[in-house]
């Protein structure tokens, strides 16, 4: 996926337009997509819904070739048939093709996951409890998120200018396997670490920046994608579906410079987690997600906007 803009710095100033040098406009789509009480998520059902739900969020790109979609979903996964379908669906409603749309997943744990082929598997031996692979809830919030793409195409917003910045996440993120002097894995240190020792063991190879892609009409953003590698787990397995820290770090965003999409861009992470920083206890979850969000926000302060 390529946008054509060209590597000229932007000047200090420009006030919004209806028409850009660039061609290009942004729709921007955000729905709920938290499931119900008595949903059964990737480990646990729902007994409870909290102050924050889940998002399914992201942005369309038009005037460079076929449109560019870029969704970001708060669920553990979404694989296999499911990754098919859910492009399939977003491409007819962007008029794009799916091999122009990306669908991402932050990998919250508590939060559904989605694969399509596990259900199909599953009712062709004739199980009767699908569990976490019931994709009947999925399918509602596809019928949902095309409905909002193709609303949010009608309000598109010019582009004059992308912006890139980035800034170092302080005491986040951390490697999982430990190693000794000789290169030996002897021990693992999971998102959440209760023993001090595992704690007090170096940092490991990460990769500490956050970046932002910001997209601008005159001087008023329009959206921010953020991008930082880190398993975003504090604590789960509460029965309750969050966004956990990356999420609230978003929410935070919103709160302090509220006017953008603000669509974090997160995954797994590997062998990187926070569990360096983090032993488990609730605060540190808003702790972690105020280190997010504070690099969040110098990303945005070093930005360099391009016309």
Known sequence: MAISISQSQAADSVPPTNQTKTGLSLATFDIDATPPVGFMMAYDRVKDHGELGLRCRG????????????????????????????RQRIAKAAGTTPSRVAVHTLHQHDAPRCDFGAESLLNQVGASDLGAHDGTFARRIIDRLVASI??????????????????????????????????KVVAT?????????????????????????????????????????CHPQSYYRTGIPSPDFPGIARFFRSQDAPGPLYVHFNGAGGNIGAGKYNDGSKPNRLILAKRVADAMQHSMETTEKFA
């Open 189 to 229: 240190r999971y998102t959440a670490t209760r023993d001090a020792k595992l704690r007090a063991m170096p940092v490991g190879t990460i990769d500490p920046v956050l970046s932002s892609l910001s997209f601008w009409n005159g001087d008023t953003p329009v959206a921010v994608l953020s991008y930082y590698a």
């Open 150 to 183: 193709d609303s949010s195409l009608k309000t598109a917003t010019p582009v004059t200018h992308a912006g890139f910045g980035t800034a170092h996440v302080n005491d986040v993120a951390s490697n999982r396997r430990l190693q000794d002097e000789t290169g």
């Open 59 to 86: 942005i369309v790109i038009m005037g460079s070739g076929d449109p560019i979609v870029l969704c970001a979903v708060d669920w553990i996964g979404i694989g296999n048939q499911s990754q098919d379908v859910f």
